[in-house]
């Protein structure tokens, strides 16, 4: 088996690079990455000496570039998480969503539907397996659950970009019976997340003795589940996901923001016992609310769980304190 991974220098993308190489001995796996400011292949140095990995380093927005490297790999299937992921940038620019998350998942579309029409195999043989998000849905008020059948309303050009690529994806299928499937995950923690991101801000700026920042009253919800359970959810639907659907992902597990940055203060006051006056939670500061901030994101994935058995494994506390370890060693080593 051929995979072909977009976006395995990123935060998610990596993770699941790890888990695949480890998980199937016979697995050959491509990774297609620009390598923009989010990336960092460093996180996959225990792979370079594997005959099994390589990668490229390719704009999926060039098209000719992607013709090139899917007709030269051929794969058996992709797994395309590239994308630009920041909501902020999204608002303070974006035309890099768009031809990213939009034009670029167009590209590998149109690129695979050539490769696979004239493969050995039948066409629907073939998976593209498409990363998305929940917030696609838009937001909740204060109950509810998000469920495969929620209608879209993208709030952000981010999840407007990602609605969008949700929706070209999902064509292929119906126009021209692409072997398709989707994911759509609530927010991931973990390590190899880019700086910018609340987690690693959180730890960062706290770790510096900084103000740390928090839109708004801090009110805003979200499920978080660790990035090793999402990476299961995908190695499931990949192989098992039934073709042209789409499957929820999230961790039953709702946190307001405020609530989730006092935890983590908490367990850095318990792992470093350096915070300012005893405590890190006296550095946290409100700010201006993000424009059009959805309140709220949960997940029903009870779809996932019955038809794949899918288990979300995390322990929260556990799985909150490796990854906060894993950032102190990052920002103090
Ligand atoms: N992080 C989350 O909480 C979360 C939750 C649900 C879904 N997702 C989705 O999962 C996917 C991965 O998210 P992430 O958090 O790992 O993102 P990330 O920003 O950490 O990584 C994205 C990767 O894509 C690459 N990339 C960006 N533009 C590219 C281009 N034009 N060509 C090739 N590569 C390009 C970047 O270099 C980077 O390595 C995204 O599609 C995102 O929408 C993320």
Redesign the pocket.
């Known amino acids: 088996m051929k995979i072909l991974i977009?976006?395995?220098?990123?935060?998610?993308?990596s993770n699941l690079i790890l888990h695949l190489h480890d998980k199937y001995p016979d697995y050959e796996i491509l990774n297609?990455?620009?390598?923009?400011y989010?990336?960092d292949l460093s996180y996959l140095k225990p792979l370079e000496s594997s005959e099994r990995y390589s990668f490229s380093q390719?704009?999926?927005?060039d098209r000719e570039a992607v013709r090139k490297v899917i007709q030269d790999f051929k794969p058996d299937g992709i797994i395309h998480?590239?994308?630009?992921?920041?909501v902020d940038n999204s608002i303070a620019g974006p035309e890099?969503f768009i031809?990213?998350?939009v034009l670029?998942t167009f590209n590998l579309l149109e690129e695979c539907r050539a490769l696979w029409s004239a493969g050995e195999k039948e066409f629907s043989a073939y998976r593209f397996h498409h990363?998305?998000?929940?917030e696609v849905y838009g937001t909740l008020g204060d109950t509810g659950l998000f469920s495969e059948t929620t209608p879209y309303a993208p709030n952000s050009p981010y999840s407007a970009s990602?609605a969008s690529s949700d929706f070209v994806v999902r064509s292929y299928h119906h126009t021209y019976g692409m072997n398709v499937v989707t994911t759509?995950?609530?927010?991931?923690y973990g390590p190899h997340?880019?700086d910018e991101?609340l987690i690693p801000v959180v730890i960062r700026t706290a770790l510096s003795k900084k103000p740390i920042p928090v839109y708004g009253k801090g009110e805003n919800i979200r499920d978080w589940l660790f990035v090793r359970d999402?990476c299961k959810a995908i190695d499931m639907v990949f192989h098992d996901g039934r073709s042209g659907e789409t499957y929820n992902v999230g961790g039953r597990n709702e946190w307001k923001n405020i609530d989730l940055v006092r935890a983590i203060c908490d367990e850095l006051n318990l792992l470093t016992g350096n915070g300012p006056d005893g405590d890190y939670k006296n550095l946290i500061t409100f700010v201006t609310d993000r424009p059009g901030h959805d309140l709220r994101y949960a997940i029903d994935a009870t779809k996932l769980e019955q038809e794949l058995c899918w288990q979300n494994t995390q322990d929260f506390r556990r799985d909150l304190r490796e990854t906060v370890n894993w950032y102190i060693q990052k920002y103090t080593s």
Do not use: M, R, W, Y
């Open positions: 977009t976006g395995g220098a990123g935060f998610i993308g297609v990455d620009k390598l923009t989010a990336s390719t704009d999926i927005v998480l590239a994308a630009e992921s920041h890099p031809l990213t998350n670029g990363v998305s998000t929940d990602k759509n995950c609530s927010n991931n997340q880019h991101k999402h």
